[in-house]
Structure formats: structure tokens, C-alpha cells
């Protein structure tokens, strides 16, 4: 079987501290273990079949496949009919307790179906072939290094070119269950899994979770799988919530725009906050809050604008020149240079989420304020500097527009707690600071020609990102610039009815190759729409965002606006924060609102 292209044919199993991805035709094509930034053991994915990959499914192939999600749960059925009969394969990995496993039973519905498992676990992304031998119970153990995965199969199996084959006739009412646990190399291997007792307490888990979701919006079934995926992809130990569960995915395929989102964002701060408060999360919300604070802990110029998801600092990066790529779209990147840029909007976005997790009701953290009023007194001497701004360009300096505003948003929000809330500060010099930002950005970031902001000073380039202005209270939306710059984008950067971040044909930003359309930008259009009361449109763009989701409701980075394939790392948390908040926005209780609330305006 060659190697899947489509990201769209895949869906997502995970314990909240890894996750896999499934391809509709029976594979597990992705899985790092033990965390979601180890290295991987099934890497097909971005390379071939030989880098890792498990294979179980009707042979021969299946005339027709239909998968779900299980209710409002992380438990994917994929059924397949055969020209001898049919049956399901039910994937998931129990919320982890102690060890992480992947369980997969095969559930006979009609007639006799041939089953076979063909797994080749591989370690190092595809580069250790482990050493394999039968244990003595029956199961087979996989050992390279550090590493230990233990099969339990129902089949009688053997060994064959580092590859673990069995196969199975399944009726109807017969249920054959495949357990891979992971452990430690030199751990206790422990019980295995008894897998009809991890499934009820898997759907227990699940459904218990779900049923406190507080939406009660139209959109409440779509924005409740967004709000699954983004729980799948916490890592639970630290409350650090990944960008994406893989890495370099390609924006367009056959390029180089390949990178590894298995870290933290402090851009997605705010967003992923009031996401969780609105719905219900505050736990979760609070585990994040506290996750922020810990990476954000130390030295205010060290403030990075990605971290590890324990809060790791250093995530250098390097090639896996062993790898193809998915579609030949190399480099395969793993660790990602950002964490060493100069991103002043991150200042910004880190002030924006303190204030508004007080906002929310979270319990206060004593140590907080005193944080943040170093944070502030840094960014008072760095404000004016150039960075490589939201879309970590890795071609130079620039004074972006984008992170001018959120430099205004740190001051702003730094006055609104000290007022809000009454904490000792220097409130007079912060409101002069304030201003000076955004005199500068009002007399260098409009081009006079369009009406509209551009994406940095002295540039006619239009940025999407200049879409969040009236949203973070920058600028009131029925400000005339502003509406100048959704017109602007509107002729611009709208392509098939989406929304790229700018024209990468005009802009140099260090790499040659064309992108797809960004999800968040689109649905950061929807809700400018909605602010200046094009409501209709406003609900027509967000439907037609949700409908770039794959049959189970997945989101990746970008769109192909012409093909309507799906780009960029998969499932994507920003895509589905967006969607969740888009949703809420519309319904009119979401965070656009309260993030926009501002001092009178000229302040």
C-alpha cells in the first residue's frame, strides 16, 4: 500500500499526553511515544510505509469505508463492507493512567471478513528497526533503546522483515481486540490491557467530560468536536496545549513550508482561554493559565514565543533527511528555530490572557501581577524594536503592525487590571506609553492610497492579521481604517472565498513557494463581518468554514481554495479555537467582544 496524500482521510485517536492519526483505510500512519514531541514510531505519514506504520484491515481491500466518531467521544468507527461480508474497526487509546496504549478491536457485523494486521513499528522516525521477540505469553515485544511496545494479538502472527504479520476471520458477533502498550525499555512490563473494559471507561471518560460543555449556540455539535480535539491535544501533566500533533505537514504540497507545530504558542494565549471559559472549561482554562505562567517564568527578555509543552525552552531544529515528506514536500522538520525569534506581540497576547482570565473568574494567582509588571517594564524599552512578528518570517527584521498593536494591547491590558482590580502600578506613565504606540502605528501603518492598515510600516502589503484591530479594541470596527482593511483584504487576499495571510508572491519572507488559505484568518474575517453587522455574511463564512472540515469534523492549518484539500499540520488547535470562538461570537456571547472592550477611544 503506497502512502496516503490526503490529510483530510485522516482522523484523530489520542490519551491527552500523545495521539495518533488514522487513515480511513485502516492505518495508524502517525504516533510519537511517550509524549506528543517524542520520536515518532509510525512516521509513514511523512514518509513511506518502511518509517512506521500498522496496518489493520479487510484483505482484500474494502468496497466501501464509512467512519464516526462515537457520540461526543475520541472513539473512532470505521466500518468496511466487503464483497464476503463487513465489520468495524474501533480505534482509540484509553485516557492514560499509567502506560499508553492503542487498542483496536474488529467487530464481525456480516458474513466472514479476512483481517490482517501488518505492523511495523519503528523508532527514531523511522530510522531504529526494533528487535523483536515472543514473550512467553504469546505477545510480541518491539525493544530499540529507551523504548518498549508490547502486542497483544488475538491471531496466530509472525515475524517478517521487522514487521509483525497476522490475520483473523471475523464474524458476526465476534470481537477481536489488538492491544499496543508502550513502556520504558527497562520498566516492568506490567498487565496488559483488558480491551472491552478499557473501552466502557474510555466512552465513560469521554462522555463525562462532554457533558459539561456550557454551549448552547446553533453550532454547539461542531463546536464540541473543535473543543475534543482541543482537549486531545493537552498534554494533561503540564496543561500545555499543543499547536498540532504533527510536524511538517506540509502549506503546499511539494514545498518547504514543513514545520513541527508539537509545541506551545503564546499567540494562541488568549483565544485558547476564553475558548475553554465560555464553554464550560475552567479547569481547563486554569491549567493553561498556570501553564502560561510557569513558561513565562524567569527573566522578562527571555520571554519566547513558543515553548516545549512542559515549557521546555529549547527546541532546536534539524532535518530528517531520511524522510521523504508527505508528497515530497521536504524539509521533514523536527524542533522549530522560533523559540529563538524576537516576537514583541507575545507581550502582548500574555497580558491580554492574565486580564482576561480574571475576567473569567479564574482564581487569582498571587505571583501573577509581579510578572507581568516586569514584562511591562521590558517591553517600555523594546517596543519601537522590529521582530519577525505572528508569522515567524525567517528573513529578517521588520516593524510589523501586527506586533505594534499588541504591544498597545500589553499596555492597555496592564492598565485595565491595575484600574480593574487594584494593583499598585505606574498607571500615568503606562497611559502615556499607550498612547505614543499608537500614535506611531496610526501615522506609519495606514496607507493613505487604500484606507487601510498594511502589514509594516512604510509598506503597501496587506497582513490578516491586522483583521484582529478591532477585535483586541485597538480601533472601534466601524473606524474608517478598519473598514478600509477588511475592504482591502476583501480585493487582496481573498481567494475562493477564503482569506491568506498576505500575497506570497509580492512578499519575501524567506521562502519561494506559494501557501494555502489560513483557516484562522478567515474566521478572523467572519468576525469582523459580524462587528460591523454584516451578520448574514458573517454566518455564510463561518458555514462555509466549518465545511472545510474533514467527515469527522477535523481541521488542519490552511485550504487549497481551488482543490479544497486540506494543508498544513493536522487537526490544528488555532483552526479549532477559531472555530469555537467564531461560533460564540455569532451567537452573540463569544470573547471578540469582551477582548474588544477598550478605554474611549484616542486613549
Not at 480505534?91 to 492514560?96: A, E, N
Amino acid at each position: 500500500m503506497s502512502t496516503p496524500h490526503a490529510i483530510r482521510d485522516y482522523a484523530l485517536i489520542g490519551d491527552c499526553e500523545t495521539a495518533a492519526l488514522v487513515h480511513r483505510a485502516g492505518s495508524i500512519d502517525w504516533l510519537c511515544w511517550p509524549r506528543f514531541d517524542s520520536e515518532a514510531c509510525f512516521a509513514a505519514l511523512v514518509g513511506t510505509p518502511e518509517h512506521g506504520r500498522w496496518v489493520l484491515a479487510p484483505e482484500p481491500c474494502a468496497q466501501r469505508v464509512t467512519r464516526r466518531y462515537r457520540g461526543d467521544t475520541l472513539i473512532l468507527e470505521t466500518s468496511f463492507e466487503t464483497a464476503d461480508g463487513s465489520c468495524d474497526v474501533v480505534d482509540f487509546m484509553p485516557i492514560r493512567t499509567e502506560k499508553s496504549k492503542i487498542v483496536r478491536v474488529v467487530v464481525g457485523r456480516r458474513g466472514t471478513v479476512h483481517v490482517r494486521s501488518d505492523l511495523a513499528l519503528r523508532f527514531d522516525y523511522g530510522r531504529l528497526i526494533p528487535w523483536i521477540k515472543r514473550l512467553p505469553t504469546g505477545d510480541w515485544e518491539a525493544v530499540a533503546g529507551p523504548h518498549a511496545v508490547t502486542l497483544c494479538t488475538p491471531a496466530e502472527s509472525e515475524v517478517r522483515d521487522g514487521r509483525i504479520l497476522s490475520s483473523i476471520d471475523v464474524s458476526p458477533g465476534d470481537r477481536k481486540a489488538f492491544v499496543l502498550t508502550y513502556r520504558e525499555s527497562f520498566k516492568p512490563r506490567g498487565e496488559p490491557a483488558e480491551a472491552q473494559r478499557a473501552l466502557l471507561q474510555t466512552e465513560a471518560d469521554w462522555t463525562a467530560w462532554t457533558s459539561a460543555c456550557a454551549l448552547d449556540q446553533p453550532w454547539r455539535s461542531m463546536a464540541m468536536r473543535s473543543l475534543i480535539t482541543i482537549k486531545a491535544l493537552t498534554y494533561a501533566p503540564s496543561g500545555g496545549i499543543l499547536a498540532a500533533a504533527t510536524t511538517s505537514l506540509p502549506e503546499r504540497i511539494g514545498g518547504s513550508r514543513n514545520w513541527d507545530y508539537r509545541f506551545c504558542w503564546l499567540r494562541d494565549a488568549t483565544l485558547t482561554l476564553q475558548a475553554l471559559s465560555h464553554a464550560g472549561y475552567g479547569a481547563e482554562a486554569a491549567a493553561w493559565r498556570d501553564w502560561l505562567l510557569r513558561a513565562a517564568g524567569g527573566m522578562p527578555q527571555a520571554l519566547q514565543p513558543v515553548y516545549g509543552i512542559g515549557g521546555e525552552h529549547r527546541l532546536d531544529e534539524r532535518e530528517i533527511d531520511w524522510l521523504p515528506g508527505l508528497g515530497g514536500s521536504r524539509p521533514v522538520r523536527v524542533g522549530n528555530t522560533a523559540y529563538r525569534q524576537l516576537q514583541l506581540d507575545v507581550y502582548g497576547e500574555l497580558l491580554d490572557a492574565m486580564h482576561q482570565a480574571r475576567r473569567c473568574g479564574l482564581a487569582p494567582e498571587q505571583a501573577s501581577w509581579h510578572l507581568q509588571l516586569k514584562l511591562v517594564q521590558h517591553l517600555e524599552k523594546r517596543w519601537r524594536e522590529p521582530d519577525r512578528g505572528i508569522w515567524e518570517v525567517r528573513h529578517g527584521d521588520e516593524q510589523f503592525t501586527h506586533s505594534k498593536v499588541m504591544a498597545w494591547v500589553a499596555f492597555d491590558r496592564a492598565i485595565r487590571s491595575a484600574r480593574e482590580y487594584g494593583f499598585e502600578a505606574p498607571v500615568a506613565r503606562w497611559r502615556e506609553l499607550r498612547r505614543q504606540v499608537r500614535d506611531t502605528i496610526l501615522r506609519h501603518a495606514v496607507d493613505p492610497a487604500r484606507g487601510s492598515f498594511v502589514r509594516s510600516f512604510g509598506s503597501t502589503e496587506l497582513d490578516a492579521s491586522t483583521l484582529l484591530i478591532p477585535i483586541v479594541g485597538f480601533l472601534p470596527p466601524d473606524d474608517p481604517r478598519v473598514a478600509g482593511t477588511l475592504r482591502a483584504i476583501e480585493t487582496a487576499l481573498m481567494h475562493g472565498g477564503f482569506v491568506h495571510r498576505y500575497d506570497t508572491q509580492s512578499v519575501h519572507d524567506g521562502l519561494f513557494e506559494g501557501e494555502g488559505a489560513f483557516l484562522a484568518c478567515s474566521f478572523w474575517y467572519a468576525d469582523n463581518l459580524a462587528l460591523q453587522g454584516r451578520y448574514d455574511e458573517a454566518h455564510a463564512m463561518f458555514e462555509r468554514l466549518a465545511a472545510t472540515a474533514n467527515d469527522l469534523g477535523l481541521l488542519a492549518e490552511e485550504i487549497d481554495p481551488e482543490t479544497n484539500e486540506l494543508l498544513g499540520n493536522f487537526p490544528q488547535t488555532l483552526s479549532h479555537l477559531s472555530l469555537v470562538s467564531t461560533a460564540c461570537n455569532l451567537a452573540g456571547r463569544g470573547p471578540a467582544a469582551a477582548r474588544s472592550e477598550s478605554e474611549p477611544r484616542g486613549a
